[in-house]
């Protein structure tokens, strides 16, 4: 099992440390949304270099390209992006049922490719194959994320996350166990992106020749790869006793963690929270899937017993201008930047922030510079890491609630 250690607890938040194959993650943490295997705008040296502790790639886009096959010869996910720390995979699901035109059934999703149109499917299994190829520390079950907000749609949505984690479960065991009890083969997909027809499977087994000496690795270059590790997904949208059932659901397979999927709002995230997380074991990390673009979600996450949060807001935003400081979000293209040569923190350690002003900044956005997006990103990247940092740090010091009191009037105090 996953080993997590929990340090201090306050009411239903924690501090703890999740100890992966490639490395410890202190929690609360907020893992870097590296989608395609990179952090949009940002090398992972430098994402280093601003804090985080963690990554999290998607395995729809990398099943695309470059494929789960390049990934694994590369000896995994760890390895091929240069990262060499904490990573996790999701299951594709999201992304999948944002696309258009997708055909949901018991067995999987068939959906066409966003890149050239082609027919492909998803399942349980191929979803934990992918994965596994890719090879990341964490692996997310593969969830149907319901479109509707309708009750009978949610639960209907709910109960097939279910019927699915449990197939996610049989075949990431599977896969383990093969792997791990034979050491001469591996039944990893071949991935979707290796195209033989329109329409095709991520299922085809693929092996490797028999290790010649005992201690040759199996896996690639990455010694860790044999250690997986899944993550059962919390569903049923905004409906409390729903997500009360599926924590129970997903309580029964235990898993080596929980993610609480769906799409939220800070309104009434604290009583869904509080209905889940005091269902699921403490013993074991949770992780809310794709949160941390409003500060306010970070504290509510961290006070309600979340260990970690990742989000492609802040440098989505980042990238258009939008930027974060404690006194609330600022748009650096506005004319009153364009005379005022202070830094956007003067309190701020990031690269960013040490070096350079808000006019400067203000420039490059008028101007178009590739530079404008790389500074603004490790701004706000750094901003969202160093809050959940200060979350854990306060809440080991015992003044989380003042902690919070102060940075969410502060930073929305003109709403």
């Not at 609360?28 to 590296?34: D, I, K, Y």
């Not at 963690?257 to 309104?267: L, N, R, S």
Request: net charge negative; aromatic share 8%; charged share 25%.
């Amino acid at each position: 099992m996953l080993k997590f250690d929990i340090i201090k607890t306050e009411g239903l938040a924690r501090v703890g440390v999740i100890h992966t194959p490639h490395g410890d993650i202190k929690t609360p943490a907020f893992v870097g949304a590296a989608t395609r295997a990179t952090v949009k705008a940002l090398t992972m040296q430098e994402m280093r270099g601003l804090g985080s502790q963690a990554i999290l790639a998607n395995t729809y886009h990398l099943i695309l390209r470059p494929g789960t096959e390049l990934i694994k010869s590369a000896g995994g996910l760890a390895n091929f992006c240069s990262w060499h720390g904490p990573t996790f995979t999701d299951s594709g699901g999201f992304q999948i049922f944002s696309l258009p035109d997708v055909s949901i059934s018991e067995h999987g999703v068939k959906f066409k490719s966003h890149i050239d149109g082609a027919s492909l499917e998803m399942t349980p299994e191929s979803s934990m194959q992918a994965q596994w190829a890719i090879g990341a520390d964490i692996h997310m079950a593969f969830d149907h994320l319901a479109k509707s907000d309708s009750y009978d749609d949610m639960k209907e949505a709910m109960l097939r996350t279910h019927a699915w984690l449990d197939r996610c479960v049989t075949e990431h065991e599977r896969i383990r166990e093969s792997l791990i009890g034979k050491g001469d083969r591996n039944t990893f997909s071949k991935g979707i992106s290796e195209r033989g027809s329109a329409r095709v499977s991520a299922l085809a087994p693929c092996r490797r020749a028999r290790a010649t000496r005992p201690e040759e690795k199996v896996f690639g270059q990455d010694p860790c790869r044999l250690e997986q590790y899944l993550y059962a997904i919390v569903q049923g949208g905004t409906f409390n006793d729903l997500r009360a059932e599926s924590a129970e659901y997903c309580k029964s397979n235990d898993p080596d963690g929980f993610g609480i999927g769906g799409v939220f709002t800070a309104d009434g995230m604290d009583e869904m929270l509080k209905t889940v997380n005091s269902i699921l074991p403490d013993d074991k990390p949770r992780h809310l899937l794709g949160m941390g673009q409003e500060p306010v979600d970070l504290f509510i996450g961290a006070e309600y017993g979340c260990d970690t949060f990742d989000c492609v807001g802040p440098t989505r935003m980042a990238r258009n201008g939008s930027l974060y400081t404690k006194d609330g979000r600022i748009n650096i293209k506005n004319a009153q930047y364009t005379h005022d040569f202070t830094p956007l923190e003067d309190d701020c350690d990031c690269e960013c922030c040490k070096n350079y002003t808000k006019a400067y900044l203000h420039h490059l956005f008028k101007t178009n510079e590739i530079t404008a997006k790389v500074l603004a990103s490790i701004h706000n990247e750094h901003f969202i890491v160093k809050t959940v940092d200060n979350i854990r740090e306060s809440l080991l010091n015992d003044t989380f609630q003042d902690y919070k009191t102060a940075f969410l009037s502060r930073y929305y105090k003109s709403l």
